[in-house]
């Protein structure tokens, strides 16, 4: 887990410099941690993510990712304790007020901050990291220090916490026919709900079914014999997103080519 306080007071040490290459290697460190705090909650759910496509990600995206599909809290303080003495499996408490009578010890407390803001600073950060027409060597530096303290305070508010819950709720996973793996709070899947596949470029998508003690879900695609007797799968995701005259053109293996159009009241395939 980042020492988010000690990465406060690095960059407070960093910032007294009026090197304007020095500066802007603080600039780039500060934006790295910014977006580190982001990506170990990602990896506190799953580690395949950063070896897929979320590399890509801003940190907003991430915790967006996170909040809607895994965790509600990924982004909120919290507090987590436990009983000091064994709860009675006989009578066990029940309401509100029973609970607040046990006795608790701390165990941590998760850390929490505003998405919004940290996309701020990230932004802000950032525009000192690109060429201008003044030249690359030309840095605001005094503006660039206000940057790094304000990214300073950010890690600051940070410090106090000491644990990472996030995904603590139970999740259902699956895996899309391309590879990429599905988290989605099991509270969220709802019959007849259609799930859509993260990976971007990856048109798949899964119609909720059955909602058992995991749900139970089917991919979403059409099928289609092209002349040579092969069968083409076309995922949904295709016509669904189909506006207007557009189309979408496929190739079968044989080399024969295909239009996916819509029609007044259906889709149509036709060989070009």
């Known amino acids: 887990m980042l020492n988010y306080s000690k990465i406060a007071s690095d960059l407070r040490s960093r910032v007294k410099t ?3 290459t020095a500066l802007r290697y603080v600039v780039l460190d500060a934006r ?3 977006e580190e705090v982001a990506f170990e909650r990602l990896r506190v759910v799953n580690k395949k993510y950063l070896a897929d496509d979320l590399n890509k990600w801003r940190p907003k995206d991430v915790m967006a990712f996170l909040i809607a599909e895994i965790d509600e809290n990924a982004a909120r303080e919290f507090t987590l304790s436990v009983s000091r003495l064994p709860v009675d499996e006989a009578n066990p408490p029940s309401t509100a007020e029973e609970f607040q009578k046990i006795e608790y010890e701390t165990v941590g407390v998760q850390s929490g901050f505003d998405v919004k803001k940290l996309n701020r600073v990230w932004q802000a950060l950032s525009s000192f990291l690109h060429a201008s027409f003044e030249g690359y060597a030309v840095l605001n530096t005094e503006k660039a220090k206000k940057t790094i303290l304000r990214a300073s305070d950010f890690f600051d508010s940070l410090a106090d916490g000491n644990l990472l819950m996030v995904g603590g709720l139970e ?7 391309c590879g990429r793996p599905f988290f989605k709070k099991t509270v969220l899947v709802k019959k007849n709900s259609i799930l859509t596949c993260p990976r971007l470029g990856c ?5 909720v ?5 995991t749900p139970i879900v089917e991919r979403r695609y059409s099928s289609f014999s092209c002349t040579c007797g092969r069968v083409i799968e076309v995922p949904l995701r295709y016509v669904d997103e189909m ?16 239009i996916i159009k819509h029609g007044k009241s259906r889709v149509l395939i036709k060989n070009r």
């Open 18 to 20: 009026d090197d304007a």
């Open 32 to 34: 790295l941690a910014l």
């Open 171 to 177: 999740s259902f996973r699956f895996e899309c026919v």
């Open 203 to 207: 048109m798949e998508s899964y119609a």
């Open 209 to 213: 079914t059955e909602i058992s003690e």
């Open 243 to 258: 506006k207007g005259s557009e189309q979408v053109n496929f190739k079968c293996e044989c080399g024969l080519d295909g």
